[in-house]
T-cell receptor
Framework: GENVEQHPSTLSVQEGDSAVIKCTYS??????FPWYKQELGKRPQLIID?????GEKKDQRIAVTLNKTAKHFSLHITETQPEDSAVYFC????????FGTGTRLTIIP | EAQVTQNPRYLITVTGKKLTVTCSQN?????MSWYRQDPGLGLRQIYY???????DKGDVPEGYKVSRKEKRNFPLILESPSPNQTSLYFC??????????????FGPGTRLLVL
């Protein structure tokens, strides 16, 4: 089955700085890579996704990059704000959906 | 409003007392699944279903059962709950196209405590 590794497990950044979270996957057939955000006490929600026919996708302060050769994809958050504090999960869908173990991002005011 | 609902939201029970957590979606999604979330372990898939009457084991199926008699409902059954099943449970649904689940829509979660 798919194996997904996510790093780092915790990340603290100063407000206004950038944050980067990386995931690696094992199944070269994977072609859809979503990122989910889970705020404290709430359900995970999709924030951005990318398909394997593109290398980068951007949505305001959030971007995702994909390197299919190296089998990794990364979430980039620029100009971080306090409301970015949450747990972020990557996922690599196959028939079974496999999530990374999550990154707890803390934005320091 | 498109949504996934779960009931109950909170449940305290005792070891061995059978329970069912219901899940329903109104988006006509083919794919439904159950996850448990434990600190440091992320979201682990328990069971999934790609369509009516089709269910399959995820990564941590032991001690759980599911059924998919209708497209909109996907209940999770714990026949004989044990304390190690104390966790936060999420149901989710998505479209399923060309072997890929699209965006997962999660329910609000069910917090279960087994004494």
């Amino acid at each position: 089955g798919e194996n997904v590794e996510q790093h780092p497990s915790t990340l603290s950044v100063q407000e206004g700085d950038s944050a980067v979270i990386k995931c690696t996957y094992s199944d070269s057939a994977s072609n859809y890579f979503p990122w989910y955000k889970q705020e404290l006490g709430k359900r995970p929600q999709l924030i951005i996704d990318i398909r394997s026919n593109v290398g980068e996708k951007k949505d305001q302060r959030i971007a995702v990059t994909l390197n299919k050769t190296a089998k990794h994809f990364s979430l980039h958050i620029t100009e971080t704000q306090p409301e970015d504090s949450a747990v972020y999960f990557c996922a690599a869908p196959g028939e079974k959906l496999t999530f990374g173990t999550g990154t707890r991002l803390t934005i320091i005011p | 409003e498109a949504q996934v609902t779960q009931n109950p939201r909170y449940l305290i029970t005792v070891t061995g007392k059978k329970l069912t957590v219901t899940c329903s979606q109104n988006m006509n999604h083919e794919y439904m699944s159950w996850y448990r979330q434990d600190p440091g372990l992320g979201l682990r898939q328990i069971y999934y279903s790609m369509n009516v009457e089709v269910t399959d084991k995820g990564d941590v199926p032991e001690g759980y059962k599911v059924s998919r008699k209708e497209k909109r409902n996907f209940p999770l059954i714990l026949e004989s709950p044990s304390p190690n099943q104390t966790s936060l449970y999420f149901c989710a649904s998505s479209l399923y196209q060309r072997g890929i689940q699209e965006t997962q829509y999660f329910g609000p979660g069910t917090r279960l405590l087994v004494l």
